[in-house]
Nanobody
Framework: VQLQASGGGLVQAGGSLRLSCAAS???????MGWFRQAPGKERDFVAAISGRGSRTNYADSVKGRFTISRDSAKNTVYLQMNNLKVEDTAVYYCAADKTQGYSVYESAYDSWGQGTLVTVSS
């Protein structure tokens, strides 16, 4: 399973970005997640979506602002980020679950993309 994340960049607080994660191989029958790692901090869960796309999970800090979705035809998972805050600044990673689940735990994921940097300025 190979994952390629893209879409990061510099945005002002209150703005929006959409991250994409292109998946190859069997990844597209699996649950997918987004995690992020801010400078000097551990990597944290952001959002996850089940293999069929029918169920999602979000960190409390992003609920109501971020939306995870997937497009099976394009083998791509998206993270739409609205009303961005300075504290959202981080490297964002997409990951493929070992199953069709939508776990919040890193241990459930065994394939990771390279990360894309999101910087939110005040």
């Amino acid at each position: 399973v190979q994952l390629q994340a893209s879409g990061g960049g510099l945005v002002q607080a209150g703005g929006s970005l959409r991250l994409s994660c292109a998946a190859s191989g069997r990844a597209f029958s699996l649950g997918m997640g987004w995690f992020r790692q801010a400078p000097g901090k551990e990597r944290d869960f952001v959002a996850a979506i089940s293999g069929r796309g029918s169920r999602t999970n979000y960190a409390d800090s992003v609920k109501g602002r971020f939306t995870i979705s997937r497009d099976s035809a394009k083998n791509t998972v998206y993270l739409q980020m609205n009303n961005l805050k300075v504290e959202d600044t981080a490297v964002y990673y997409c990951a493929a679950d070992k199953t069709q689940g939508y776990s919040v735990y890193e241990s459930a994921y065994d394939s990771w993309g390279q990360g894309t940097l999101v910087t939110v300025s005040s």
